[in-house]
T-cell receptor, first 115, second 113 residues
């Protein structure tokens, strides 16, 4: 079984400040990990993914995430927040041994960016 | 290349009514999925189809049925809608095999009164 925990349902930062969104996962086998972003009234868009290559993964819009096996974490960061980053962010895990390859999602973190 | 499309965008049903949500992808993907999104719960898998001709239950399948009509299309049917099925429904697809990356449609917002 696999699961994802996102710490903090709401995060507020000032424009230009560091963004840190936390994600911890549980998986009995090596996982694939994803971050998705959802803007209001839209579907989910892939930000970045970890698929057992480099542990530091760079995504779109200046976001990156680091896979830390010892901490079972995959936190999302961005050095400098922009107003356009305001959205909901979802961490997801997919275990490599499952035939269905469906994603298990965290409950989401809503990012607010203050001017 | 439209990606994943869903119809309708919005729907209001009365309790007991039925309806079918349509999903189509033009990326030649093998696998397709239906999720529902509820506040504070992320997305939960309803049904999935690993390949054309196969379907299987996900985490919350009760009250739903699916049909993988062909490689492109995967529909979700509510036979007798209930207020607990008020949600936003997302369809997704992926290449399958070695690729786990999923592409999502814009969603259908369903209200059951």
């Amino acid at each position: 079984a696999q699961s994802v925990t996102q710490l903090g349902s709401h995060v507020s930062v000032s424009e230009g400040a560091l963004v840190l969104l936390r994600c911890n996962y549980s998986s009995s086998v090596p996982p694939y990990l994803f971050w998705y972003v959802q803007y209001p009234n839209q579907g989910l868009q892939l930000l970045l993914k970890y698929t057992s290559a480099a542990t530091l993964v760079k995504g779109i819009n200046g976001f990156e995430a680091e896979f830390k096996k010892s901490e079972t974490s995959f936190h999302l960061t961005k050095p400098s927040a922009h107003m356009s980053d305001a959205a909901e962010y979802f961490c997801a895990v997919s275990a490599m041994d499952t035939g269905r390859r469906a994603l298990t999602f965290g409950s989401g973190t809503r990012l607010q960016v203050q001017p | 290349n439209a990606g994943v499309t869903q119809t309708p965008k919005f729907q209001v049903l009365k309790t007991g009514q039925s309806m079918t949500l349509q999903c189509a992808q033009d990326m030649n993907h093998n696998s397709m999925y239906w999720y529902r999104q509820d506040p504070g719960m992320g997305l939960r898998l309803i049904y999935y189809s690993a390949s054309e001709g196969t379907t299987d239950k996900g985490e919350v399948p009760n009250g739903y049925n699916v049909s993988r009509l062909n490689k492109r299309e995967f529909s979700l049917r509510l036979e007798s809608a209930a207020p607990s099925q008020t949600s936003v429904y997302f369809c997704a697809s992926s290449q399958g095999r070695s690729s786990y990356e999923q592409y999502f449609g814009p969603g259908t917002r369903l209200t059951v009164t």
